[in-house]
């Protein structure tokens, strides 16, 4: 047995674990912070295995947590700008997003989608030493740094770019950290690189936010005393993603 496939059962074992507790937790809605994880978990289980594509159960696995992340994005939005709202004192647009969270939380626990990832993710560990046993797992190592080295290509082109696209740089910027996480052994990345993907992302993640709250504001009246402030904090955003990317640029160009 490869220590590469150890460690991608070890990985997929660990993330069915925190997914069920996920679950617990949202179905006895015991903090705010529990469809989050789910999500930051499920977003390490498909970086885990994007470069295991044609392994059995793969594909299964990444299609049914593709499903699961169509339910919860437009739900945790809500979460975040209810949040934000509430801790900007506009409290009663703020409980008007947030209300049925109980019944939110639980709706998800319960999901045919939630269901069926931790059902497949329950056989996957088998699925892949089955694989393994016949053979097509061979030089994993080699095909897993391949896949992370074409993203790290694809991002730098990206960046690159005079005209790039802040909302695809957000999604490879994730793809390429959380592919690095899954396989730190690979050290594509070291720790100052990490942290400057980190903060890429949540400087792009706030410009994002800002974007589709003032979308939100056209049809919505009760935003209409934020906009002002979402336009001038995008604003400022769209000046501090462009600075942490030219520093990105920089140090990935160095790794």
């Known amino acids: 047995m490869s220590a590469m496939m150890n460690h991608v059962?070890?990985?997929v074992m660990a993330l069915h674990v925190r997914l069920l507790a996920c679950r617990e937790r949202l179905a006895a809605d015991t903090d705010s912070e529990a469809l989050h994880d789910l999500r930051t978990s499920l977003r390490r289980l498909r970086s885990l295995l994007r470069?295991?594509?044609?392994?059995?159960?793969?594909e299964q696995?990444?299609?049914?947590?593709?499903?699961?992340?169509?339910l919860t994005t437009p739900l945790r939005d809500r979460e975040v700008l209810a949040l934000h709202l509430i801790a900007q004192g506009h409290d009663a647009a703020g409980q008007r997003r947030a209300q049925g969270r109980v019944t939110t939380f639980a709706g998800v626990a319960a999901s045919a989608q939630l269901t069926?990832?931790?059902?497949?993710?329950d056989s996957l560990p088998l699925f892949l030493r089955a694989a393994e046993r016949e053979g097509m797992a061979n030089d994993l190592r080699k095909r897993v740094d391949k896949r992370?080295?074409?993203q790290w290509h694809r991002l730098q082109a990206a960046i690159d770019d005079p005209d790039h696209d802040r909302h695809r740089l957000r999604l490879l910027i994730k793809r390429v950290r959380y592919g690095d996480e899954a396989y730190p052994q690979l050290r594509h990345a070291k720790k100052p690189l990490q942290r400057l993907l980190k903060q890429a992302q949540a400087d792009l993640g706030d410009w994002h936010d800002r974007l589709q709250w003032l979308v939100q504001a056209r049809?919505?009246?009760?935003?209409?005393p934020c906009v002002a402030q979402w336009q001038a904090q995008l604003?400022?955003?769209?000046?501090t993603c462009d600075d942490t990317l030219k520093t990105l640029r920089r140090a990935a160009s160095r790794r």
Not at 51 to 58: A, C, D, I, N
Not at 61 to 70: Q, V
Not at 116 to 121: E, K, N
């Open 9 to 11: 059962v070890a990985q």
């Open 51 to 58: 470069p295991l594509r044609g392994l059995p159960g793969v």
């Open 61 to 70: 696995m990444e299609d049914a947590a593709r499903s699961l992340g169509t």
């Open 116 to 121: 069926r990832v931790l059902g497949i993710l």
């Open 148 to 150: 992370l080295v074409k």
């Open 219 to 224: 049809e919505h009246a009760d935003l209409a």
């Open 235 to 239: 604003q400022r955003a769209e000046r």
